[in-house]
């Protein structure tokens, strides 16, 4: 089996440079000179940036180049609002789902490892779990539409909690509630499941929103 095509490597690498911010949020960058950065001919740039604009991380503009695009704290919310009903939605089908404990091990393994991330007190180490968890749990609730409108809204989550992870209080209440959204689905109890997803969404928004607006991050 061969290995990831360039135009793979290039959006991996793009999606990189732009959740660790070294391609500012509102920035103009050619083709030529990405490519040149990345080391890779303009077609893998090319094809690479529309699918990033597909994903609503940047604007492809013929003979303007590529424009990372900026979230306010306005975007933030309307994203949590799609988020979270859909999130919630995908926790109750995933309670109804009947799974099995040897189903949800996954789910438990992100747990546990985003505990273990705080004990340690390495919050790079806790969002990746915590992307973990999330993705897994839309995953368990078997609709790929959903999955699909989930994982764009998810990637400019991404970007502002990448911004604001150092800021944020320790997020052990996170941990707390995604433990409940765990014992719900195990439970088979979706509306529980649903509701407590629904609130840790809610405030997960609301503590984001905040930082931004605190800190003046306008356009991340």
């Given at each position: 089996?061969?290995?990831?095509?360039?135009?793979?490597?290039?959006?991996?690498?793009?999606?990189?440079?732009?959740?660790?911010?070294?391609?500012?949020?509102?920035?103009?960058?050619?083709?030529?000179?990405?490519?040149?950065?990345?080391?890779?001919?303009?077609?893998?740039?090319?094809e690479a940036a529309l699918q990033l604009q597909a994903?609503?991380?940047?604007?492809?503009?013929?003979?303007?180049?590529?424009?990372?695009?900026?979230?306010?704290?306005?975007?933030?919310?309307?994203?949590?609002?799609?988020?979270?009903?859909?999130?919630?939605?995908?926790?109750?089908?995933?309670?109804?789902?009947?799974?099995?404990?040897?189903?949800?091990?996954?789910?438990?393994?992100?747990?546990?490892?985003?505990?273990?991330?705080?004990?340690?007190?390495?919050?790079?180490?806790?969002?990746?779990?915590?992307?973990?968890?999330?993705?897994?749990?839309?995953?368990?609730?078997?609709?790929?539409?959903?999955?699909?409108?989930?994982?764009?809204?998810?990637?400019?989550?991404?970007?502002?909690?990448?911004?604001?992870?150092?800021?944020r209080p320790t997020p052990t209440q996170s941990n707390?509630?995604?433990?409940?959204?765990?014992?719900?689905?195990?439970?088979?109890?979706?509306?529980?499941?649903?509701?407590?997803?629904?609130?840790?969404?809610?405030?997960?928004?609301?503590?984001?929103v905040e930082l931004l607006e605190t800190h003046r991050?306008?356009?991340?």
């Amino acid at each position: 089996m061969g290995g990831p095509s360039h135009v793979d490597r290039a959006l991996s690498a793009l999606r990189q440079l732009i959740f660790s911010g070294e391609l500012l949020p509102g920035s103009d960058h050619l083709e030529t000179e990405l490519a040149t950065r990345l080391n890779v001919s303009r077609t893998p740039i090319r094809e690479a940036a529309l699918q990033l604009q597909a994903q609503g991380l940047v604007e492809v503009r013929p003979r303007r180049g590529i424009r990372v695009v900026p979230v306010s704290a306005q975007d933030m919310r309307d994203i949590y609002d799609i988020l979270t009903e859909l999130e919630s939605l995908a926790a109750a089908r995933a309670a109804q789902a009947r799974y099995s404990k040897q189903d949800l091990a996954t789910l438990a393994t992100a747990i546990r490892d985003m505990d273990d991330a705080l004990t340690a007190s390495d919050l790079p180490a806790w969002a990746k779990a915590d992307d973990q968890f999330h993705h897994e749990l839309v995953r368990l609730g078997r609709n790929a539409r959903l999955g699909q409108i989930v994982s764009v809204m998810r990637d400019q989550v991404r970007r502002a909690r990448a911004a604001t992870l150092f800021m944020r209080p320790t997020p052990t209440q996170s941990n707390t509630a995604h433990r409940d959204v765990y014992q719900a689905i195990a439970e088979r109890d979706p509306v529980r499941a649903h509701d407590v997803h629904h609130a840790h969404r809610r405030q997960a928004c609301e503590t984001l929103v905040e930082l931004l607006e605190t800190h003046r991050l306008h356009g991340l």
